[in-house]
């Protein structure tokens, strides 16, 4: 049994994805506002990337942007990349747990408030011959 487990624990980390990411939890902030955002730098290299966020109106823009810096970072201080050649391979923005709220209504009824929060991804790969 314990061989087993440890045979797939040594596949899983043979398999790990080992491109820079940076990741932000619990964002309050819808999935959808932060994926529309998300698609203007998809597949762009990272400093055009970051020169976008920086000039976008969009709310959603602002938490990208530090995710983003995050990752470029941990590709310079724990991958050793360099930043020029970095290309933002994915990002993405998953469901979060609901808030869950009340409003309350005539005639004592109740209205259920989901406020929705997100996780924000972005993963960054290095282009070959910059």
């Given at each position: 049994?314990?061989?087993?487990?440890?045979?797939?624990?040594?596949?899983?980390?043979?398999?790990?994805?080992?491109?820079?990411?940076?990741?932000?939890k619990y964002i309050k902030m819808s999935?959808?506002?932060?994926?529309?955002?998300?698609?203007?730098?998809?597949?762009?290299?990272?400093?055009?990337?970051?020169?976008?966020?920086?000039?976008?109106?969009?709310?959603?823009?602002?938490?990208?942007?530090?995710?983003?810096?995050?990752?470029?970072?941990?590709?310079?201080?724990?991958?050793?990349?360099?930043?020029?050649?970095?290309?933002?391979?994915?990002?993405?923005?998953?469901?979060?747990?609901?808030?869950?709220?009340?409003?309350?209504?005539?005639?004592?009824?109740?209205?259920?408030?989901?406020?929705?929060?997100?996780?924000?991804?972005?993963?960054?790969?290095?282009?070959?011959?910059?």
């Amino acid at each position: 049994m314990a061989t087993r487990i440890r045979q797939k624990a040594e596949k899983r980390a043979q398999n790990k994805d080992k491109r820079p990411y940076a990741k932000a939890k619990y964002i309050k902030m819808s999935p959808s506002k932060v994926a529309i955002v998300l698609d203007k730098i998809r597949g762009q290299k990272a400093e055009m990337a970051v020169a976008i966020l920086e000039n976008m109106p969009d709310s959603a823009a602002f938490e990208c942007l530090k995710v983003l810096k995050s990752a470029i970072a941990n590709a310079e201080n724990n991958k050793g990349l360099n930043a020029d050649n970095l290309v933002v391979a994915e990002c993405y923005a998953g469901n979060g747990p609901l808030l869950k709220r009340i409003a309350y209504r005539a005639r004592g009824r109740a209205d259920r408030i989901l406020k929705k929060t997100s996780h924000i991804t972005i993963v960054l790969d290095e282009v070959v011959g910059g």
